[in-house]
């Protein structure tokens, strides 16, 4: 049986267009936590009206304003609630619940802030070669960018401390928000802790994940925007 977290720890759920698949995402998370937070970013589709057929929270912004901006407001309204330990999980299906428990046990054995999943830590179940090496050159990027040693980018399962989860602030509301966060987590100077997590690819994630010219686009922002600062 997966060990279940404790009511401290919160789930934040960006969400947007996946009403077709929140549900499982969602059974398989309530497996393992009490507090999830749904935010819905301005869907299309019925993403609301499945989240709100689960015991959890759903948090809805009017109009689509990305990932990055998503996950502010669930770690600002975890935060508001009192969590001590604030977690992100995809709404793809593409993350494994039972990754969460490990996180949060390796955060108080290790006295880190930041608990951070890796796909080449652990398993890239389906992963496309196209992808792999699209990931690895990320990971290259943004060690060169935020001199933070890591072994993988661009995952969005992690677990943070209530300490950690203020240090955050994000800016960038598009998919460069996962190397934004890294950059902050990397100038805290807060301890962080990299995790063997599994990542499950299938058609329709694929479809949905970042294409090549997006991420060379992205690293061109992401440069810019420490030139600028």
């Known amino acids: 049986m997966t060990d279940r977290l404790p009511d401290d720890v919160w789930v934040v759920v960006p969400a947007y267009n996946e ?8 059974q398989g998370l309530l497996q393992v936590a009490k507090n999830v937070v749904v935010v819905d970013d301005g869907s ?18 009017v109009v689509n304003l990305g990932q990055g901006a998503a996950l502010q407001t669930g770690i600002t309204f975890a935060l508001r609630q ?14 494994e619940p039972a990754d969460l428990p490990a996180m949060l046990a390796a955060l108080r054995e290790s006295g880190a802030d930041y608990a951070l999943g890796s796909r080449f830590l652990g398993r890239a179940d389906g ?8 990931l690895k050159a990320a990971v290259w990027f943004t060690r060169l ?3 933070i040693s890591i072994s993988d980018t661009h995952n969005g399962i992690r677990m943070m401390t209530r300490r950690g989860a203020e240090r955050i602030r994000i800016t960038m509301n598009r998919m460069e928000h ?4 890294l950059d902050q987590i990397a100038r805290s100077g807060l301890k962080y802790v990299e995790l063997p997590v599994t990542i499950r690819y299938t058609e329709t994630s694929l479809a949905k ?9 992205l690293g061109l922002k992401i440069l810019a925007e420490k030139v600028l600062r």
């Open 19 to 26: 009403g077709s698949r929140l549900g499982s995402v969602l």
């Open 44 to 61: 299309a589709d019925d993403t609301a009206e499945a989240a709100l057929r689960y015991p959890v929270w759903v948090l809805r912004h």
């Open 82 to 95: 009192g969590a001590e330990y604030v977690a992100t999980f995809d709404a793809d299906g593409q993350h």
């Open 127 to 134: 992963i496309p070669l196209g992808r792999k090496l699209m």
């Open 145 to 147: 960018m935020s001199r």
């Open 178 to 181: 996962a190397s934004e966060i």
């Open 209 to 217: 994940g970042q294409r090549t010219s997006a991420a060379v686009r």
